[in-house]
């Protein structure tokens, strides 16, 4: 058997051994900054990661890691309380092996969230952003043998970001008397900040946000089937001019990432609880 379904599989082997039976409909991968959504999660069973066999362990600010199952707007979910990134120095099948972890415990949709940067000048600091579609400047996850058991060879990616989960959204958002942006968001490797060149090559080529993470996970969860909603939080804005100053700063993106938390709580679990 390939070596790389060897890995899922015992790993969601593990996982599931600890779920006591419990049968997770959704997983939402929480980002910089945006783990406290995890303190609200009734009756939680959690997983460190470093407990799960075959599993990569995060090493990021703000990334606590740990698998967190348990009841979110009366749904059962799985929830990363920190991802991996590509600039970890992970490969692509390990930076995504968890997606397909929870595609293999029977997850049907894939919420995700991040810490972003605003290539759009009407985003300030704090802005919650729907993300309605991405740019890839990441070595996709895909490459490589096919693994049928997930997904075809070449999956469509017309609509990455699920259309209905989208206008649950906004009519959450409503109801809760705040606005949400959607936005493109551009994945990039990082780990350093983009140059004012960089800015406005990728604000000119359609995208409104710019970030490390996500996009990825999102090519395998489309990968595997999964319906994917996704949100990003405005945590600095891009430089377009080279000045002599340091405009962003690692520790400030998870400080503004919790501040937008108090938001993002209560729309998660009611899009959860919709589903």
């Given at each position: 058997m390939d070596e790389?379904i060897?890995k899922?599989?015992?790993a969601a082997e593990?996982i599931?051994?600890k779920l006591d039976?419990r049968?997770?409909?959704?997983?939402?991968?929480?980002?910089s900054g945006?783990?406290?959504?995890?303190?609200i999660?009734?009756d939680?069973?959690?997983?460190?990661?470093?407990?799960i066999?075959?599993?990569?362990?995060?090493?990021?600010i703000?990334?606590?890691g740990?698998f967190?199952?348990g009841?979110?707007g009366?749904?059962c979910v799985l929830?990363?309380?920190g991802?991996?990134h590509?600039?970890?120095g992970?490969?692509?099948a390990?930076?995504?092996?968890?997606?397909?972890?929870m595609?293999?415990?029977?997850v049907?949709f894939?919420l995700?969230?991040?810490?972003?940067?605003?290539?759009n000048p009407?985003?300030?600091v704090?802005?919650?952003?729907?993300i309605?579609?991405h740019?890839n400047?990441?070595?996709?996850?895909?490459i490589?043998?096919?693994?049928?058991?997930?997904g075809?060879r070449?999956?469509d990616?017309?609509?990455p970001?699920?259309?209905?989960l989208?206008?649950k959204?906004?009519?959450?958002?409503?109801e809760?008397?705040?606005?949400l942006?959607?936005g493109?968001?551009?994945?990039?490797t990082g780990?350093?900040?983009?140059?004012p060149?960089?800015?406005?090559f990728?604000r000119?080529s359609g995208a409104?946000?710019?970030?490390m993470?996500?996009?990825?996970?999102?090519?395998?969860a489309?990968h595997c089937g999964?319906?994917?909603?996704?949100?990003?939080?405005?945590?600095?804005?891009?430089?377009?001019?080279n000045?002599?100053?340091?405009?962003?700063?690692g520790?400030?993106?998870v400080?503004?990432?919790n501040?937008?938390?108090k938001?993002?709580?209560?729309l998660?679990?009611?899009?959860?609880?919709?589903l």
């Amino acid at each position: 058997m390939d070596e790389r379904i060897n890995k899922i599989n015992t790993a969601a082997e593990f996982i599931e051994s600890k779920l006591d039976g419990r049968k997770p409909i959704a997983a939402i991968i929480l980002g910089s900054g945006l783990g406290k959504l995890a303190e609200i999660i009734e009756d939680p069973i959690i997983i460190p990661y470093t407990e799960i066999p075959c599993f990569p362990v995060s090493t990021v600010i703000g990334h606590k890691g740990n698998f967190i199952c348990g009841y979110l707007g009366g749904k059962c979910v799985l929830a990363m309380q920190g991802r991996f990134h590509y600039y970890e120095g992970y490969d692509m099948a390990t930076l995504t092996r968890p997606v397909r972890v929870m595609s293999k415990l029977g997850v049907k949709f894939l919420l995700v969230s991040n810490a972003a940067g605003a290539l759009n000048p009407e985003y300030k600091v704090g802005d919650t952003i729907i993300i309605k579609d991405h740019i890839n400047f990441m070595p996709n996850p895909l490459i490589g043998p096919n693994m049928e058991e997930f997904g075809t060879r070449f999956p469509d990616m017309t609509c990455p970001y699920d259309l209905e989960l989208q206008k649950k959204a906004l009519e959450i958002a409503e109801e809760l008397g705040f606005k949400l942006h959607q936005g493109i968001y551009f994945g990039g490797t990082g780990p350093s900040y983009e140059t004012p060149a960089e800015v406005r090559f990728f604000r000119s080529s359609g995208a409104d946000l710019v970030g490390m993470s996500t996009v990825p996970e999102v090519i395998v969860a489309r990968h595997c089937g999964l319906r994917v909603f996704g949100m990003s939080v405005v945590t600095n804005i891009c430089n377009t001019q080279n000045v002599e100053r340091n405009f962003n700063d690692g520790e400030d993106v998870v400080m503004q990432a919790n501040a937008a938390t108090k938001r993002m709580i209560p729309l998660f679990t009611k899009l959860v609880a919709s589903l």
